[in-house]
């Protein structure tokens, strides 16, 4: 499978964004889905991820109330919607993805073997 995330921009403070992760070659309904960023000098780190139904979702305590994780198979795309941003989560944004794994999620972003270009979010105060 390959991935593509976009979505990404320029946004005021307390602005939303929605990002999409799009995947072709295979199924996305396939793999658990995770969405990762990084800040320039900063290690890559866990934002949010979705089971392959759809059914568990995972969201890191710092965007919790703000961002939420989903998806929709049929259309074989993974969305993360970001609102109430803040400068802080200016970060380039990428998702990630991980097959053999059912009902579950997952943070550990050294499982992931899939991953799509980042889309750069930037949020002014």
């Known amino acids: 499978v390959q991935l593509q995330a976009f979505g990404g921009g320029l946004v005021h403070t307390v602005g939303s964004l929605r990002l999409s992760c799009a995947a072709s070659?295979?199924?996305?309904?396939?793999?658990?889905v995770g969405w990762f960023r990084q800040a320039p000098g900063k290690e890559r780190e866990f934002v949010a991820t979705?089971?392959?139904?759809?059914?568990?979702?995972d969201h890191a305590d710092f965007v919790k109330g703000r961002f939420t994780v989903s998806r929709d198979n049929a259309q074989n795309t993974v969305y993360l919607q970001l609102n109430r941003l803040k400068p802080e989560d200016t970060a380039a944004y990428y998702c990630a993805a991980i097959s053999g794994v059912t009902g579950q999620t997952i943070r550990s972003r050294d499982r992931y073997d899939v991953w799509g270009r980042g889309t750069q979010v930037t949020v002014s105060s």
């Open positions: 979705i089971s392959r139904g759809g059914t568990v979702r």
């Open positions: 070659g295979r199924t996305i309904a396939e793999y658990v």
